[in-house]
Every structure is written in structure tokens, then in C-alpha cells.
């Protein structure tokens, strides 16, 4: 079954929520980088924020980016999420590897660790994008983006994220964003149960885990508070926007001597994708063809 991300409203408006699976995004994500268990669940946590976050957004060619830098031995992670449904990310150190938390779950938080940043990046496709910066919570990423749209976009929300990685890969991922909005904010009951409810919340995964659909689990938070399930369901994907023609310009930013020098030394150059690890060789020829066209601007901007 495709990923897929759902929105709702409910309180006449006042609650926004949105539901998003991202099983196999996050499976391929596993296989692409070679992540380990811990690694995996990082990164599939973040990319599913990301879609989330930037689901809100407007603009067809809006995006999120969000980077995380904590001490711990994962070193970091980076993700870019668009409003197509696309996601891409990496880690830093994809290969780290923990024992469970005192839960007996991966432990994401000791991997990322709990000093350093979070760092949002909404760009509208146009002008300056907007960015943020708080202090890593958690390390949880759920807790910590959670304490981002508290302080920096000033929306009670609450972000519920999970992956489950078993033996064979992802089983499960995905996650819940629910958002009070202003005309709801100052409703202390309305805010009283939903906190009661989302506490009671075991976790996201389990919810699927269980067979329950994601309007299922709309339902079961606040079917009660006038929900309304918006018509039609977004498909979500791991896709990368990376070619051969900006692995080029990403060369030709070199300049002449570099790219001489791999002609002489390396017969040829490689690149490889941070986001999406596909690798892409360069030959002599097209090295040189680079070459050629820097000479022909520098010629130019002389005369």
C-alpha cells in the first residue's frame, strides 16, 4: 500500500490535524543510506516531520528543511520535505548503533543526543525563506519539534511520530500532527481533553500496528469534537532531485584547477548524493568539456 498523508479539521476549524504513513519512504531511506536500526528510526522520524510540517504550507513548490545537530554519536541529520509529497534525508553517521532505551526501544535520543539544535527552514519558493532555531529537547525529535512549534511558530501542537524496524526492514512509520488554532486556543476545556487524550496515546505505531486507518485514528482523538475528514489523500514518496546536469555544475564550481587536477590524477571524477547516495561519474571528457566552458566565461567577462 503507497504512503499516503490525510488532513482534517475539527472544533468548526479551531483543530487542525494531519496523518501521514511512511512505511515503505522510510524503508527505502533504510536500504539507500545502509542505515542502522537506531539510525533509521532517526532519520524516518525527521523525513515524516517534515512532511507533516510543511503539509500546512500553500505554495505548490513550498518546502521544509529540517537539520538537527546534537553530541551524540549519530553526529546529525539533515531532511528537505516538499508539499508534492516528496522527502529526502541523510544522517551523518549512518552506520551507529545502540542498545534499547530503558523503554526496551531504539534509542534515538541517545543517538542524536540532548545538547545541541534544531534547525527549520520554510521556503516558500520565492523571496527569503523563513528559519528558525531552538534547543534539542529531547534528542527524541518529536519532543524537540514539538517544543519548535511551541516557541518559534507559537501553535499549541503536539507531534506524534513512530518507526518500527524489524529484522526484514521498516514494518511500520508514520506519524500525527494535531494543531490548535487560534480561535480554538482559548478554550481551556477543549484544550484539557485533548491533552487527557494524546497522553493516553501508547504510541503511533502501535495504532497501526493494530490495523487502524488513519481517519480511524482521527476519529478515536477527536470524532467527537466535530471532525472532518478533507476529501482526498496525498500520495507521499522518497524522491530525489538530483541529476547528472547539477552533479556538472556542481563540478564546474571547482574551477579550471581542480578539475584539471582530476583529469591528470583521478582519469575522471565521482559524486555522490548526500540525500539520496546515488553516485554519478564524471569523465575526462566531460571534465574537460567543464573546463572549456570556464575559459570561454572567463574570456568573456575579460573583453
Same mark, same amino acid.
Do not use: W
Given at each position: 500500500?503507497?504512503?499516503?498523508?490525510?488532513?482534517?479539521?475539527?472544533? !468548526?476549524?479551531?483543530?487542525?490535524?494531519?496523518?501521514?504513513?511512511?512505511?515503505?519512504?522510510?524503508?527505502?531511506?533504510?536500504?539507500?543510506?545502509?542505515?542502522?536500526?537506531?539510525?533509521?528510526?532517526?532519520? %524516518?522520524?525527521?523525513?515524516?516531520?517534515?512532511?507533516?510540517?510543511? &503539509?500546512?504550507?500553500?505554495?505548490?513548490?513550498?518546502?521544509?528543511?529540517?537539520?538537527?545537530?546534537?553530541?551524540?554519536?549519530?553526529?546529525?541529520?539533515?531532511?528537505?520535505?516538499?508539499?508534492?509529497?516528496?522527502?529526502?534525508?541523510?544522517?551523518? #553517521?549512518?552506520?551507529?548503533?545502540?542498545?534499547?532505551?530503558?523503554?526496551?526501544?531504539?534509542?534515538?535520543?541517545?543517538?542524536?543526543?540532548?545538547?545541541?539544535?534544531?534547525?527549520?527552514?520554510? !521556503?516558500?519558493?520565492?523571496?527569503?525563506?523563513? &528559519?528558525?532555531?531552538?534547543?534539542?529537547?529531547? +534528542?527524541?525529535? %518529536? !519532543?524537540?519539534?514539538?517544543?519548535?512549534?511551541?516557541?518559534?511558530?507559537?501553535?499549541?501542537?503536539?507531534?506524534?511520530?513512530?518507526? @518500527?524496524?524489524?529484522?526484514?526492514?521498516?514494518?511500520?512509520?508514520?506519524?500525527?500532527?494535531?494543531?490548535?488554532?487560534?480561535?480554538?486556543?482559548?478554550?481551556?476545556?477543549?484544550?484539557?481533553?485533548?491533552?487527557?487524550?494524546?497522553?493516553?496515546?501508547?504510541? @503511533?505505531?502501535?495504532?497501526?500496528?493494530?490495523? *487502524?486507518?488513519?481517519?480511524?485514528?482521527?476519529? /478515536?482523538?477527536?470524532?467527537?469534537? +466535530?471532525?472532518?475528514?478533507?476529501?482526498?489523500?496525498?500520495?507521499?514518496?522518497?524522491?530525489?532531485?538530483?541529476?547528472?546536469?547539477?552533479?556538472?555544475?556542481?563540478?564546474?564550481?571547482? %574551477?579550471? !584547477?581542480?578539475?584539471?587536477?582530476?583529469?591528470?590524477?583521478? *582519469?575522471?571524477?565521482?559524486?555522490?548524493?548526500? @540525500?539520496?547516495? #546515488?553516485?554519478?561519474?564524471?569523465?575526462?571528457?566531460?571534465?574537460? +568539456?567543464?573546463?572549456?566552458?570556464?575559459?570561454?566565461? /572567463?574570456?568573456?567577462?575579460?573583453?
Amino acid at each position: 500500500m503507497a504512503d499516503q498523508l490525510i488532513r482534517a479539521t475539527a472544533a !468548526d476549524g479551531g483543530i487542525r490535524v494531519v496523518g501521514v504513513t511512511t512505511t515503505r519512504l522510510v524503508d527505502i531511506a533504510r536500504q539507500r543510506h545502509g542505515l542502522s536500526y537506531v539510525a533509521t528510526a532517526a532519520l %524516518g522520524r525527521a523525513m515524516t516531520a517534515g512532511l507533516l510540517l510543511v &503539509s500546512s504550507m500553500k505554495k505548490p513548490e513550498s518546502r521544509v528543511n529540517i537539520r538537527i545537530k546534537g553530541n551524540g554519536p549519530l553526529g546529525g541529520l539533515m531532511i528537505d520535505a516538499g508539499l508534492d509529497g516528496t522527502v529526502r534525508g541523510y544522517v551523518e #553517521q549512518p552506520h551507529v548503533e545502540l542498545p534499547p532505551n530503558a523503554d526496551g526501544k531504539l534509542d534515538v535520543g541517545g543517538a542524536i543526543g540532548q545538547d545541541g539544535y534544531l534547525y527549520v527552514i520554510r !521556503d516558500v519558493g520565492h523571496g527569503y525563506p523563513y &528559519s528558525s532555531t531552538v534547543e534539542l529537547v529531547s +534528542g527524541e525529535i %518529536g !519532543d524537540d519539534l514539538t517544543h519548535y512549534l511551541a516557541t518559534s511558530e507559537q501553535t499549541p501542537s503536539a507531534l506524534v511520530l513512530g518507526v @518500527f524496524v524489524g529484522e526484514n526492514g521498516v514494518e511500520i512509520a508514520g506519524g500525527l500532527l494535531l494543531q490548535v488554532l487560534p480561535k480554538a486556543a482559548r478554550d481551556d476545556l477543549l484544550i484539557t481533553v485533548l491533552e487527557e487524550r494524546l497522553a493516553a496515546l501508547t504510541g @503511533f505505531t502501535p495504532l497501526l500496528q493494530a490495523g *487502524k486507518s488513519l481517519p480511524q485514528i482521527f476519529d /478515536q482523538l477527536v470524532g467527537d469534537i +466535530g471532525l472532518e475528514i478533507l476529501p482526498g489523500s496525498q500520495i507521499v514518496q522518497f524522491s530525489c532531485r538530483c541529476n547528472r546536469d547539477r552533479m556538472l555544475g556542481a563540478l564546474k564550481l571547482l %574551477g579550471i !584547477d581542480e578539475l584539471k587536477d582530476m583529469i591528470e590524477v583521478d *582519469k575522471g571524477a565521482e559524486a555522490i548524493c548526500h @540525500f539520496c547516495n #546515488q553516485a554519478y561519474q564524471a569523465d575526462c571528457q566531460q571534465l574537460q +568539456g567543464l573546463i572549456e566552458k570556464l575559459e570561454l566565461e /572567463q574570456a568573456k567577462s575579460a573583453n
